[in-house]
Structure formats: structure tokens, C-alpha cells
């Protein structure tokens, strides 16, 4: 008797696996009078865009940036160069994850305390008129 092996294949197209992305870290920094916002990914699927957000202690976040993905493990890097116009202040920054179906999801909060003197402010103010 002859035994027969039957294998059953499935396959998927990547639209149609859950969306998402998961993120190794990110995290925010100071540098000088900007803030570094970066963030890694292991894992990317149907991601149509990432949305850098910010928002000060009692404000409501805003988008400051639009990244295009760029598949998974991939390293990712925006410099906040208005962070110098407020000074004293906590910025929370958190990243908006857009799928292709147009369903959201949020990246955990990070925070960082940024502190520039008002001479630094000033002087960035006036290199930003002549931009």
C-alpha cells in the first residue's frame, strides 16, 4: 500500500496580513537647541506612513513630519529643529502609525525637558528669517 503525502500551501499577499509595526525602541533627545526623535523597527506591515508628533505638558499633539517606511529593521531618524522657539518647557513626542487601510496606531509617549537660553533662541530665531 502506497502512502500518499499531501502538502496544503496558503499564501498570503502582505495586504491582506494584519497591519502594523513593531517597534524596537524609540526615544528622544536633546541635541543643542533641536530634539532628535528616533525609533527602530523589527517588524513593518501594509505601514503606509509615520506621523512625528509633539505636544508641550498640557497641549495637544501636532504632526510635524511625514515619514515614508522603509521596510522592516530599519533605523529611523527626525531632527526637531523648532524645538529652539520654545524654551523651559517638556516636549512628549510619539510617533502615528498608519496602515494603507487608513487604521491608526500609537508608538508609546517619550519625553524630553529641553533648556536653551534665550540668547540661543534669539540667534536661532534670526538664522530661521534668513532661511
Do not use: C
Not at 511625514?66 to 531618524?77: D, Q, R, T, V
Amino acid at each position: 500500500m502506497k502512502k500518499q503525502l499531501f502538502i496544503l500551501f496558503t499564501f498570503l499577499s502582505i495586504s491582506s496580513l494584519p497591519g502594523g509595526a513593531f517597534l524596537d525602541f524609540i526615544n528622544a533627545k536633546n541635541e543643542g537647541e533641536n530634539v532628535r526623535v528616533e525609533w527602530k523597527t523589527s517588524d513593518e506591515r501594509n505601514v503606509k506612513e509615520f506621523l512625528v508628533e509633539r505636544k508641550t505638558y498640557q497641549g495637544e499633539f501636532s504632526v510635524l513630519e511625514s515619514i515614508k517606511p522603509l521596510g522592516s529593521n530599519s533605523y529611523y531618524s527626525f531632527l526637531d529643529q523648532n524645538a529652539y522657539k520654545i524654551t523651559d518647557v517638556i516636549f512628549i513626542y510619539r510617533i502615528k502609525i498608519v496602515d494603507y487601510d487608513n487604521s491608526v496606531s500609537y508608538t508609546k509617549e517619550v519625553s524630553v525637558s529641553h533648556n536653551i537660553s534665550g540668547v540661543k533662541r534669539t540667534w536661532g530665531s534670526i538664522k530661521a528669517m534668513f532661511r
